[in-house]
Each structure stands twice: as C-alpha cells, then as structure tokens.
C-alpha cells in the first residue's frame, strides 16, 4: 500500500527564515511526486511534478528535491503570504490516482 | 482560462437523504478525479473517469457512493442514505489526460446532521 509522510505537521516562521518540509514516501515503483498548495477554505493548487530521484524545480521561493525515499520543499527567505498547508502526493507506475500526506501547515510571521 | 468549478459551495443536508454533487472540469480535460478531505487530513480517493468510463472506482467506501459522467465532461458524485460520517470536503480535479497534474477545484463542504 502506498504511504505518504508529511513533517513537520506544522512550522512557524518569521519572514526571512528559510526552511525545509519533508515528504517520506513509499510506492510501488513510482510515476511521479507532486507538491501543492493548499489555503484554508480552497481546493489544491499544484506546485510541482518530480518524476526520478535527483531532479529539482523551482518556483520562486520554493524549491522541490527528489529522492528515492523522499523529498523536501525548501522554501528561501519566505514571505507572509507563503502561508499555507502544503501537501505532497505520490502516484504508482500505472495508475493515475494520487495518494496524499496530510500536510504541513506552514505560518510566515511578518 | 476558468479552472475546475464545483456546485454548490456548502450542503448541510440531514441524515438518510440523498445528495448530488456536481464537477465541471476544465474544457479539454479527459480525465477526471473526485477526493474526500476531512478536517486535518489531506485529500482521499474516491473515484477517477477516463472519458465517460469509471477507470477505477477503488476509493468508494460503499454502494451508497455513485458518481457518473455520461458525455465525458461534467460528473455528479451521489451519495445517498447519508450518515453523519460522510461529512467532509469534496473535491474534484482534472487533468489533460490519466497521469498528467491534476487540478483541483475550490470543493463542497457536505455536512450531514
């Protein structure tokens, strides 16, 4: 069964400080890893799609890496309205269908 | 260009009616998606389209969940005899075709007294 591990559950940080959220996974050979977005009250927003381990993307502040067992979203220098719960999903070789983390809330103090 | 539209927004129905939810995805977008998210939790699923077919209906928690899309463009989720445990979010998403990024639409708060 395919498993999604999301940590921290939550991280507060003042305008500025970069870090790091963590997406652990386990599938049966995997399509592709997803990162999204998510504000309260609102649908999912995609970030990125990875697809084999060492690759990267970037979208201003945020950053994803790729490995084998996991990956991470770095955000540099964030901003208030960076605020948001972000969520990591991974789809199986074959199938179509995402298996979501539950997320990391994320507060950017000003 | 419009994104995934869902309807209605919020539902509060009571327990042992039935409901219908419905999704319009984006114009060109084969494959189609409905999660479940409950509070603190990310999304679950429940069924994907491929055109007009149900490609895999695995996430149905039961035979009181239905959902059709009989001209590969708008679906309706179904749920009938609710309980006060379907209360959650429900979420639709497309994508261009099976495997590509799912976009995701704002979502019906169904609540169930």
């Known amino acids: 069964e395919d498993q999604v591990t999301q940590s921290p559950e939550a991280l507060r940080l003042q305008e500025g400080e970069s870090s790091s959220l963590n997406c652990s996974y386990t599938?049966?050979?995997?399509?592709?890893l997803f990162w999204y977005r998510q504000d309260p009250g609102k649908g999912p927003e995609f970030l990125f799609t990875l697809y084999s381990a060492g690759e990267e993307k970037e979208k201003e502040r945020l950053k994803a890496t790729l490995t084998k067992k996991e990956s991470f979203l770095h955000i540099t220098a964030p901003k208030p309205e960076d605020s948001a719960t972000y969520l990591c999903?991974?789809?199986?070789?074959?199938?179509?269908?995402?298996?979501f983390g539950k997320g990391t809330m994320l507060l950017v103090s000003p | 260009g419009a994104g995934v539209s869902q309807t209605p927004s919020n539902k509060v129905t009571e327990k042992g009616k039935y409901v219908e939810l419905r999704c319009d995805p984006i114009s060109g977008h084969t494959a189609l998606y409905w999660y479940r998210q409950s509070l603190g939790q990310g999304p679950e699923f429940l069924i994907y389209?491929?055109?007009?077919?149900?490609?895999?209906d695995s996430g149905l928690p039961n035979d009181r969940f239905f959902a059709v899309r009989p001209e590969g463009s708008v679906s309706t989720l179904k749920i009938q005899r609710t309980e006060r445990g379907d209360s959650a979010v429900y979420l639709c998403?497309?994508?261009?075709?099976?495997?590509?990024?799912?976009?995701f639409g704002p979502g019906t708060r169904l609540t169930v007294t």
């Open positions: 599938v049966s050979g995997l399509r592709g």
């Open positions: 998403a497309s994508s261009l075709a099976g495997g590509d990024e799912q976009y």
């Open positions: 999903a991974v789809q199986a070789a074959g199938y179509s269908t995402l298996t």
């Open positions: 389209f491929q055109g007009t077919g149900a490609a895999d």
